[in-house]
Structure formats: C-alpha cells, structure tokens
C-alpha cells in the first residue's frame, strides 16, 4: 500500500510533464534537448539563491515584510535564468511558440527534482496515508502551468521585437506577477495562516488564469502588427 501511495504520487507530480511532452508538438521537433538545457540553467540559478541564505537575518533583527521583499528578489534570480535559457543557449532550428514550451517544461520539471523528489521519497512510502503528497502533486501542476506561462511572457519581452506597443505594460505585469508568486504563496501561508490545501487551490487557479492571459497575449502578438 505504502509504495502504491509513493507511486500515485509520483505519477501525479511528474506524470504531467511527460504527458505535455508527448502529446504536444515538442516531441516531434525532438526538443528534449532545450528541455535538458534549461533544466540545468534552473539548477545553477538554484545553486546561485542558496548562496544569500547563508547571509539570511532572522525575524528578530528585520521585520517580516522586509524578508518577504528579499523573498521577491531572489525570486528574480529566476527571470535572469530564463533570460538566459532563452536568448543565450544554442537551440535547434525550432520556432519561438516551440522554444518557450521546452525551456517552461524543462524548468518547471527540475524544479519538481529539485523541491519534490526527496520529500515524496521519504513520506509518501511511511505507513499512514495522508493527503499532504497528494497536493504537493497538484502543486507540481500549477508550477508546470505558472513556469510555461512565464517563459511565454519571457519570449514575448525578450524574442519579440515586434509587438503591439498598447500590450507591452501588461505582459510586464503578468511576467512580475507570476515571478513573484513563491512570495505571494509565501505570504499567504505564513502572513495569513492559509492551510496548504487553500494555498493549492489558489495556486491552481492562478495558474490556470496566467495561462489563458498568457495564451491571449501571445496570439495578440503573433498578428501581423505595423
């Protein structure tokens, strides 16, 4: 029953991602590649955010908005590595719309390695069954939908030259309102006292917002635009 649990689970947290790969037309332009590439570019901008934890000041010397503040700017480390898997990697012959799916996807599965393996690994195998796994797979699954969100929007600012000057503020907006959401999920948790399971449902509904407006300003700027 026990590595049932751990397998559903684990189905449910990185099962998606393969799904997203072979059931979009990332499979047919073999970019497993990009996906590679930017998943190792996560892991160094992972590398890079531990280095100020070592100089991180408790609660009892700053205030807590101030660490959420910090919080927000590490979080910004991420855009710069984006920026980087984007425009600085060497690519195959693949389309803008093809690219930012590899790199999202990459990203948002090194980041569930990274933040999710080892914990389903340990608790999700113990005797007593509990639901905590079970949403930390759904969260995995927003993260999926927030990260391919985010590389769009990133395309959009950094790979789109030519685009409706009316949309540039609010793909701006959206790229920073999803690059700080571990913030604004950090607050809710421990500012608010939000239960995990509400944090997921907002992260999931969120998630699924930032894609359709996403979606939307990405078609927007694929129209012929003069």
């Known amino acids: 029953m026990t590595m049932f649990h751990f397998f559903n689970c684990a189905i449910l947290t990185?099962?998606?991602h393969a799904v997203y790969y072979s059931a979009t037309p990332l499979s047919e332009?073999?970019?497993?590649?990009?996906s590679v590439k930017?998943?190792?570019?996560?892991?160094?901008?992972?590398?890079?955010?531990?280095?100020?934890a070592y100089f991180k000041l408790t609660e009892k010397f700053v205030g807590y908005t101030f660490q959420e503040l910090l919080k927000a700017l590490i979080g910004f480390i991420d855009v710069a590595g984006l920026y980087f898997a984007l425009t600085q990697l060497?690519?195959?012959n693949i389309s803008q719309n093809h690219k930012f799916q590899a790199v999202g996807l990459g990203w948002a599965f090194a980041d569930?390695?990274?933040?999710?393996?080892?914990?389903?690994w340990v608790g999700a195998r113990g005797l007593e069954f509990t639901w905590d796994y079970i949403?930390?797979?759904?969260?995995?699954?927003?993260?999926?939908v927030l990260s391919i969100s985010l590389a769009a929007l990133?395309?959009?600012?950094?790979?789109?030259?030519n685009k409706p000057k009316t949309l540039i503020p609010i793909i701006y907006a959206c790229a920073g309102i999803v690059a700080t959401m571990p913030s604004i999920t950090s607050y809710l948790r421990r500012g608010l006292g939000w239960h995990f399971p509400k944090v997921v449902g907002f992260e999931?509904?969120?998630s699924l917002v930032m894609a359709f407006i996403s979606w939307q300003l990405f078609s927007a700027c694929q129209r012929p635009y003069v």
Do not use: M
């Open 135 to 144: 949403l930390q797979g759904l969260e995995a699954n927003a993260n999926l």
């Open 90 to 92: 060497t690519h195959r």
């Open 38 to 52: 930017a998943a190792l570019v996560y892991l160094g901008t992972a590398l890079v955010k531990v280095c100020p």
């Open 154 to 161: 990133g395309s959009l600012i950094w790979l789109r030259k």
């Open 14 to 16: 990185f099962g998606p």
């Open 29 to 34: 332009y073999d970019t497993l590649g990009t």
């Open 112 to 120: 569930s390695v990274l933040h999710r393996l080892a914990p389903l």
């Open 204 to 206: 999931l509904f969120t």
